[in-house]
């Protein structure tokens, strides 16, 4: 298992710049389909479809921060210099765009609570109880206590998935992830950049 790991977290992180253009485009899919000049009938469904590809991009983009630190903890010089705060920000951004993008329509808690709660009545059958008025109740009761529990982290989750989904805010990330990604390429970074005018 470590022998793959040490074979593919290097890929990973040699290739960060191509999962922050491929990223940044599949963000800014809003932006890219309209400059395609698709008609305004078929965006909805043509973004809908990036949405879903840009999801495992997305995890890729998130895997690739922790590739990194694994990669720059195993050696005593960092062997990636260019892995600098700038990219780990993009990706951490851009994964977290790509995931939540299709799936920030998603109810989890009701599916989740659902799902508790049968496993709860479960192990009651599976502990020999025989009533099925008892095990209802103690279904409904763990429902909604999960439901009540979750519903407030879902409400911030929701809340967060609508705002990095919105245009604007994503073909924004999306723009700032293309431009890192082709510095990237020639050894530059957006911070040295930053660094350069002063900005940061």
């Given at each position: 298992m470590l022998v793959v790991l040490d074979f593919l977290l290097p890929i990973l992180v040699d290739w960060k710049s191509i999962i922050l253009i491929v990223g940044g485009v599949l963000a800014a899919s809003w932006l890219v389909v309209r400059m395609a000049g698709v008609s305004s009938d078929d965006i909805s469904g043509i973004i809908n479809k990036l949405?879903?590809?840009?999801?495992?991009?997305?995890?890729?983009?998130?895997?690739?921060?922790?590739?990194?630190?694994?990669?720059?903890?195993?050696?005593?010089?960092p062997s990636y210099p260019t892995f600098d705060a700038i990219t780990?920000?993009?990706?951490?951004?851009?994964?977290?765009?790509?995931?939540?993008?299709?799936?920030?329509?998603?109810?989890?808690?009701?599916?989740?609570?659902?799902?508790?709660?049968?496993?709860?009545?479960?192990?009651?059958v599976f502990f020999g109880a025989d009533s099925i008025k008892f095990m209802s109740v103690v279904f409904i009761i763990i429902f909604f206590i999960i439901y009540g529990a979750i519903r407030m982290f879902e409400d911030l989750y929701l809340l967060i998935a609508d705002f990095l989904s919105s245009p604007f805010i994503s073909v924004t990330i999306g723009v700032l992830c293309i431009l890192q990604g082709t510095l990237l390429i020639f050894n530059i970074s957006l911070g040295g950049i930053f660094t350069l005018f002063g900005i940061i």
């Open positions: 949405a879903i590809i840009g999801f495992p991009v997305g995890i890729i983009a998130i895997i690739t921060i922790g590739a990194g630190f694994y990669l720059i903890s195993k050696s005593p010089e780990i920000g993009c990706l951490a951004v851009l994964g977290f765009v790509l995931i939540l993008r299709p799936i920030k329509d998603f109810k989890f808690g009701a599916v989740l609570s659902l799902a508790i709660g049968l496993i709860g009545s479960g192990l009651l």
